[in-house]
């Protein structure tokens, strides 16, 4: 069975932190997606990866940065993390050919 | 760019009746896919059904069918003998061929009232 799995469900952190927020799929997926959602916004693009070390901004890339080391593990970084960055993040993989993207759970993250 | 517009924030029906669930998209391209996704309140997303634009039959998936409308750029969700378990966040997603990215639209809660 298909599994993305996000490192924690819930995060707390305070402002000017650098914040990491790790996924894991077990699909030997290509792609890989950050999205964060907010209520009335539904979900925004904030980057994707389609292969190991590659990777391409999305709708709203700003005060976010990604590495993909490993095929399987995408890490989305807040390098300095704001209160605007309070925010569900879900992580996504999907194969190549335009197939259905497979999500995981979501870290609800709150910055103080 | 593409945008995806769900026009119903909020819907409440009872068990065991049908819904139907909007979403209306703009693009100029003449190949793409669409998505319905579910949210339960547990949060995960999971596919509903997925439709390909040169496809003229609508998808169907057990009691979950679409309407897909390609002049009018229409792509409704209809749930039949609606459950308990449809409760949920329901998302219509866009995507160009040959782009692996989803567009989303900002979604609408369902209720299914016992």
């Known amino acids: 069975d298909v599994k993305v799995t996000q490192s924690s469900r819930y995060l707390v952190k305070r402002t000017g932190e650098k914040v990491f927020l790790e996924c894991v799929q077990d699909m030997d997926h290509e792609n890989m997606f950050w999205y964060r959602q907010d209520p009335g916004l539904g979900l925004r693009l904030i980057y994707f990866?389609?292969?190991?070390?590659?990777?391409e901004k999305g709708d709203i890339p700003e005060g976010y940065s990604v590495s993909r080391e490993k095929k399987e593990r995408f890490s989305l970084i807040l390098e300095s993390a704001s209160t605007n960055q309070t925010s569900m993040y879900l992580c996504?993989?999907?194969?190549?050919?335009?197939?259905?993207?497979?999500f995981g759970d979501g870290t609800r993250l709150s910055i103080l | 760019a593409q945008t995806v517009t769900q026009s119903q924030p909020e819907m409440s029906v009872q068990e065991a009746e049908t819904v139907t669930l909007s979403c209306t998209y703009d693009?100029?391209?003449?190949?793409?896919?669409l998505f319905w996704y579910k949210q339960p309140p547990s949060r995960q997303m999971i596919l509903v059904i997925r439709?390909?634009?040169?496809?003229?039959q609508n998808a169907t998936e057990n009691r979950f069918s679409v309407n897909f409308q390609k002049a009018a750029k229409s792509f409704s969700l209809k749930i039949s003998d609606s459950q308990l378990g449809d409760t949920a966040m329901y998302f219509c997603?866009?995507?160009?061929?040959?782009?692996?990215?989803?567009?989303f639209g900002t979604g609408t809660r369902l209720t299914i009232i016992p």
């Open positions: 997603a866009f995507m160009r061929a040959g782009n692996e990215k989803l567009t």
């Open positions: 439709q390909e634009a040169y496809k003229q």
């Open positions: 990866s389609y292969d190991v070390k590659m990777k």
């Open positions: 693009t100029s391209e003449s190949n793409y896919y």
């Open positions: 996504a993989s999907s194969g190549q050919g335009n197939q259905p993207q497979h």
